[in-house]
């Protein structure tokens, strides 16, 4: 399954960004020509303002509502795992709709607060300078909940002996949770920023869909992703769009394999 899903299309999206569209072999013309567009480094630009937002929320939030509900009894956290966990449920381009209503004065029921910010329209609303926090908003609603789960499941499995260790030795719940807990789920954390990390370089479904439903006054190349979708559907230039894809997988494999090596995720305890 791996073979097919992800390492042929890999291959071939490998064997396009190195040939040109009758199949001669181009070496890196087809990266220096999209990056010679102008829209590459931009578009990676917003891709990092986004996810320094997202990552960030991502493992302050996450973290923190996972220690403070195994710290709750069993059947209050789990309603509120339920809780977290609902938005996932929706499709991506579900939660960009149902956002776009939230972000439209007028409509939204937080109109007060988008009035008091001096946002009349959508279009006020998703000027350039808020795109980042908007997605990331939207990111960490979808996924959140998920990893709630995930890291919620690593502390349960911190073995009871140890916490009553902590407790027996005048350990408060703020210092069992920073100097016992954190410490036993790192790799789970790790392995949280590495998927994470990587389906935020692949930011697509928001900024597709903000632009359609702003009539294009966000830019279509606004990621790397819909950069890659303009060239390949707009200008036919498939191998260019291919070059983008494989410098996002030369981007994730290298931060993840930082991540890796530096935390020594698979060192054995």
């Known amino acids: ?5 992800g390492l042929w299309p890999a291959g071939y999206a490998l064997n396009l960004a190195l040939t040109t569209f009758d199949g001669a072999f181009s070496g890196l013309s087809n990266f220096t020509g999209s990056y010679n567009q102008g829209f590459l480094i931009p578009a990676f630009e917003h891709v990092g303002e986004f996810m320094l937002i997202w990552l960030t929320a991502l493992i302050v939030m996450v973290i923190g509502l996972s220690l403070f509900m195994h710290t709750l009894a069993p059947r209050v956290s789990a309603a509120f795992r339920f809780m977290f966990y609902v938005p996932a449920a929706f499709a991506g381009s579900a939660s960009v ?27 006020d609303t998703l000027i350039s300078g808020n795109l980042p926090i908007i997605y990331a908003l939207i990111a960490f609603w979808t996924g959140a909940g998920s990893w709630i789960l995930v890291i919620h499941g690593a502390l349960t499995n911190v073995p009871d002996e140890v916490l009553e260790a902590a ?9 069992t949770a920073l100097r016992i807990k954190l410490p036993m789920i790192k790799k789970w954390v790790v392995y949280m920023l590495i998927v994470a990390f990587a389906g935020g370089t692949q930011l697509f479904a928001e ?9 294009g006054l966000v830019s279509p190349v606004w990621s790397p992703n ?7 559907f707009q200008y036919n230039n498939f191998n260019w769009a291919a070059a983008i894809s494989i410098d996002l997988l030369v981007v994730a494999f ?4 930082v991540l890796v090596f530096r935390t020594r995720l698979f060192k054995a305890d």
Do not use: E, I, R
Request: proline share 7%.
């Open 207 to 215: 900024p597709q869909l903000v632009s359609v439903a702003n009539l």
């Open 1 to 5: 399954m791996l073979g097919v899903v």
């Open 167 to 175: 407790s027996l030795d005048g350990a408060g719940p703020l210092q």
């Open 226 to 232: 819909t950069l890659a979708t303009y060239l390949a």
């Open 97 to 123: 709709l149902l956002w776009l209503f939230m972000f439209q004065p007028g409509l939204s029921p937080w109109d007060f607060v988008l009035h008091a910010l001096g946002y009349k329209t959508l279009g």
């Open 254 to 257: 290298v931060c993840a394999g």
